[in-house]
């Protein structure tokens, strides 16, 4: 059984601090990691995703992620973030084996900026 | 920024009632995926489609949802008989595979059951 956990519920940071939100997933074979945000009342939009190569993606929004096998995790990071990040933002797995491109997701972490 | 379209943004029903949704994907994207998003942020993968065909749903929607994605139309998700625990957004995302592929979501529909 494939699941993603994001530890933090919460993160609370100033407007230009940089940021890390954890995830960690539990899968051993081939998959396909990806970050999306969701503003309040909207849908899920794509950050970025990996899935083999560089273990350090870049995204959207001066948003990268770095993927770590030995650590089972694919942290989000932003160096300096902006009021407009907040949002709460989730990771997702997909394996091709088990589950036809369906993403499983985190528990999500709401991520607040003050100014 | 995502070009799929949800319609409509919010419905309403009562308990036993029908709920119907419907979605547009991406031009050019064959494969569409429904998710349920409850207040708790818990997300519930429900079916998807590779052009008209359901490649995948799950026991849930076997039973009480239908969907469909026929040819030069939306594509929907039907509630049969709404209920209290089915109230959540309902999202819909499409991509140019069924794998390894972002997922573009539209901005869902609100479902609220009294």
């Known amino acids: 059984t494939q699941t993603v956990s994001q530890s933090d519920a919460h993160v609370t940071v100033f407007e230009g601090d940089s940021v890390e939100l954890r995830c960690n997933y539990s899968y051993g074979g081939s998959i396909y990691l990806s970050w999306y945000i969701q503003h309040h009342g909207h849908g899920l939009q794509f950050l970025l995703k990996?899935?083999?190569?560089?273990?350090v993606v870049q995204g959207v929004n001066g948003f990268e992620a770095e993927f770590s096998k030995s650590d089972s995790s694919f942290h989000l990071r932003k160096a300096s973030v902006h009021w407009s990040d907040s949002a709460v933002y989730f990771c997702?797995?997909?394996?091709?084996?088990?589950?036809?491109?369906?993403?499983?997701f985190g528990q999500g972490t709401k991520l607040s900026i003050k100014p | 920024n995502s070009k799929v379209i949800q319609t409509p943004r919010y419905l309403v029903k009562g308990q036993g009632q029908k709920a119907k949704m419907r979605c547009i994907p991406e031009?050019?994207?064959?494969?569409v995926f429904w998710y349920q998003q409850n207040k708790n942020n818990e997300f519930k993968f429900l079916i998807n489609f590779q052009n008209q065909e359901v490649l995948q749903q799950i026991d849930m929607t076997e039973k009480r949802f239908s969907a469909e994605c026929p040819s030069n139309s939306p594509c929907s998700l039907e509630i049969q008989s709404s209920e209290a625990g089915d109230s959540a957004l309902y999202l819909c995302?499409?991509?140019?595979?069924?794998?390894?592929?972002?997922?573009?979501f539209g901005p869902g529909t609100r479902l609220t059951v009294l």
């Open positions: 997702a797995v997909s394996a091709k084996i088990y589950n036809q491109g369906k993403l499983i």
């Open positions: 031009k050019g994207h064959p494969v």
């Open positions: 990996y899935y083999s190569g560089n273990p």
């Open positions: 995302a499409s991509s140019i595979r069924d794998w390894y592929a972002e997922q573009f």
